[in-house]
């Protein structure tokens, strides 16, 4: 069964669905969407998403938008293992519990960091004021800090119990993103740091999935050094 | 089999439970918890949820936060029937789509408005920035624009088609809120006026759930009127 991804790695999201995906057994048909040149307003994508974000799939005409909602979709179709997403209905709430608290107790501040500090200079050629930035990036360390010690660090290694799964891919490349505004939270939590190389060593297409991204922090780190 | 739903009516999210399991058939034992007196951080309470929030579920043992999240688990469990939650999976994916949208396209901006305007005045005892506020209501206005255009107005009365789910009551749960801030997006979109008056009209306990909303809404307008 054949699936398109519409996809831009440079959005968390389009990341998770492009690690999953790649690493299934499924006819995967990558169909880029360039943020940056605003293609997802373009009157051909809209007609695919009214809502005009990425990622979105059409899995045999079906079109889904929605990360979570196109990974439970998938998990039901037996696109996404069990392993991966459980299928047992308490473990499977689990999951789910850390999914619907990830939108706004970690993307959020982890994203708007992200935004004010690296891309609205860019998109608006002006620097934020720093009192802004220091204000989000609170915000954001004490999101980190709820993840670090309410989500991991309760004795076992992933955020449901002994093995990996979708919740752990979804909050790593959340995770990835304040790094090009200058912000690893691995250098700033152990626990999380841990964490991270285990999500990172399971997902085969992890690092591929993160190669503009970190080129683009490559880039900064040089800039930053003249 | 018993449900315990630790609540607080003034929580959007707690209201949509209440509403939900009042008009189901089971064993409901409802546990108020004061967001007003800050019950949510007192030690009893962080014991049920570390997290410190409602709504909660306790079914049978199994704690389970995150409303989003328990709907789905109840759903699972029949607890929530298939009219409002429904089983076939692209169906199901279109409900589910809705709801990983509301987070932050729909919920972060009624709910800001909401506590810039009324709750921090309150809370901190100062009025908040006149400049702040405006810039608040324009992203929960365009929000309520996605809203009514991109999920209402497509030709079905409800969000997934010609019949409630609990897509609507998450929904309409929400945009009460800003009416406290002096806001009722009714009075300004009539195709959400038209729609929230059939969502009222379905849930039995749909008014029951808004009393001290209303209570509170009914105070204000006094005072403004002084």
């Known amino acids: 069964m054949a699936i398109k991804l519409y996809y831009d790695l440079m959005s968390q999201p389009s990341r998770t669905l492009y690690i999953l995906l790649k690493s ?8 880029s969407v360039d943020l ?3 293609e997802h307003y373009s009157e051909e994508f809209t007609k695919v998403n009214r809502m005009q974000r ?6 045999n005409g ?8 196109i990974v439970k979709y998938l998990s039901r179709e037996n696109i996404i293992p069990e392993n991966l997403y459980p299928r047992e209905s308490r473990l499977q709430a689990r ?4 999914l619907e608290w ?24 002006r620097k934020t004021d720093e009192r802004q930035i220091a204000s ?10 709820d993840f670090n010690s309410k989500w991991l660090g309760r004795g076992t290694p992933f955020i449901v119990g002994e093995s990996v799964t979708v919740a752990d891919l979804f909050a790593a490349t959340e995770l990835e993103q304040p790094r090009m505004a200058g912000y690893d939270p691995k250098e700033h939590f152990p626990v999380i740091a841990t964490w991270a190389q285990k999500v990172r060593e399971f997902f085969p297409h992890y ?20």
């Not at 299934?24 to 169909?31: D, G, V």
């Not at 993160?210 to 003249?226: D, E, F, G, M, P």
């Open 54 to 59: 990425v990622p979105v799939i059409d899995h």
């Open 136 to 145: 989000y990036e609170r915000r954001m360390v004490s999101a980190l800090e």
């Open 207 to 226: 690092d591929e999935a993160h190669v503009i991204l970190n080129k683009v922090i490559a880039k900064q780190s040089k800039t930053s050094k003249l």
């Open 62 to 69: 079906f079109v889904l938008s929605e990360s979570v909602a």
């Open 24 to 31: 299934l057994n499924c006819n995967l048909e990558l169909k």
């Open 102 to 125: 990830h939108h706004v107790g970690l993307r959020l501040h982890c994203a708007m960091y992200f935004r004010v500090k690296y891309m609205d200079p860019i998109l608006f050629g």
């Open 95 to 98: 999951v789910e519990e850390f």
């Open 36 to 38: 940056r040149k605003g």
